[in-house]
């Protein structure tokens, strides 16, 4: 099973949206709504921001929001903030002996 | 306080084995698929096990499948992750993860770092 593809990096000054595409395929994010995204900041474990394409979990922003057309999920981060620098990463269930999937990671600088 | 702790990691030369430890509090550990995530030093999140909340069903990444072995015990609320013949690339540091529902993998330890070297 291969990793989903995201970009390397993305980029965005405060108070602006940035949105990070994961495209996979349609055995993956294609098939299910099951593509959650966590942020991660260096050193820090994984927190979840988005499950099932476009829910949010108690206590993350309405700034965070999530998406899928075909076979890309995207996650927008509206009213960028400092504190949103980190790396991203989708996942998506596949239906597989291999169910779970992530894409590589986005970092997300703010300028 | 719901949290999941993990333990066992460490410098282990190649071919040998090691035991993964995540204590889980807080919660009811019995009702939850659980996983392992690792990630190598500067690299991306991987996914690499997971066990259904019964222990009756597991599955494996490719990359580790017939090394790596996942089990739990509910009575201990602990989940296990047994690696045998490690190898260099399995060094990273490795995640247990509470999946509550769907994608929601809502819970995660601090990590424990693995490295495999002579």
């Known amino acids: 099973q291969s990793a989903l593809t995201q970009p390397a990096s993305v980029s965005g000054s405060p108070g602006q949206s940035i949105t990070i595409s994961c495209t996979g395929t349609?055995?993956?994010?294609?098939?299910?709504?099951?593509v959650s995204w966590y942020q991660q900041h260096p050193g820090k474990a994984p927190k979840l921001m988005i499950y099932?394409?476009?829910n949010r979990p108690s206590g993350v922003s309405n700034r965070f929001s999530g998406s899928k057309s075909g076979n890309t999920a995207s996650l927008t981060i509206s009213g960028l903030q400092a504190e949103d620098e980190a790396d991203y990463y989708c996942?998506?269930?596949?239906?597989?002996?291999?169910?779970?999937?992530f894409g590589g990671g986005t970092k997300l600088t703010v300028l | 306080e719901v949290q999941l702790v993990e333990s066992g990691g460490g410098l282990v030369q190649p071919g040998g084995s090691l035991r993964l430890s995540c204590a889980a509090s807080?919660?009811?550990?019995?009702?939850?698929?659980m996983h392992w995530v690792r990630q190598a030093p500067g690299k991306g999140l991987v996914w690499v096990s997971r066990?259904?909340?019964?222990?009756?069903?597991?599955n494996y990444a490719d990359s580790v499948k017939g090394r790596f072995t996942i089990s739990r015990d509910s009575a201990k609320n602990t989940l296990y992750l047994q690696m045998n013949s490690l190898r260099a690339e399995d060094t990273a540091v490795y995640y247990c993860?509470?999946?509550?529902?769907?994608?929601?993998?809502?819970?995660w330890g601090q990590g424990t770092l693995v490295t495999v070297s002579s």
């Open positions: 993860a509470r999946q509550r529902s769907g994608s929601n993998f809502d819970l």
């Open positions: 807080g919660f009811t550990f019995s009702s939850y698929w």
């Open positions: 066990i259904h909340s019964d222990g009756s069903i597991t």
């Open positions: 349609s055995s993956d994010v294609g098939s299910y709504n099951y």
């Open positions: 099932d394409v476009s």
């Open positions: 996942n998506s269930y596949t239906g597989s002996s291999t169910p779970w999937v």
